[in-house]
């Protein structure tokens, strides 16, 4: 199997992304017809057709994970802030 992957120029040694990728419908099998199209694309050069809504999705998770970055930092300064009010409220 590994011999044949790599006639295709695929890592045989990250099998997860590999079957997520050849997943196409998320079930959590790979049917045969899945296989063979999948292992053909990633052959395949890829086209900018391709690769301009993979641009756009890397692009909206980034500004999602910016957002939850931005939100995390906003709690934690919140929690931060309510620990010393209640620590100085005990101290007094």
């Known amino acids: 199997m590994r011999l044949w ?52 999705i890397v692009k909206r998770i980034l500004v999602q994970s910016k957002e939850i970055l931005q939100t995390c930092q906003q709690v934690a300064a919140t929690v931060s802030a309510e620990s010393i009010t209640k620590t100085d409220v005990h101290n007094t």
Request: aromatic letters at 6%.
């Open 5 to 56: 992957l790599s006639e295709f120029g695929i890592d045989s040694s990250d099998a997860q992304m590999l079957f997520e990728l050849l997943d196409h419908d998320g079930n959590g099998s790979i049917m045969h017809e899945e296989f063979v199209q999948g292992l053909t694309k990633l052959k395949e050069e890829a086209r900018s057709q391709d690769l301009v809504p993979m641009i756009t």
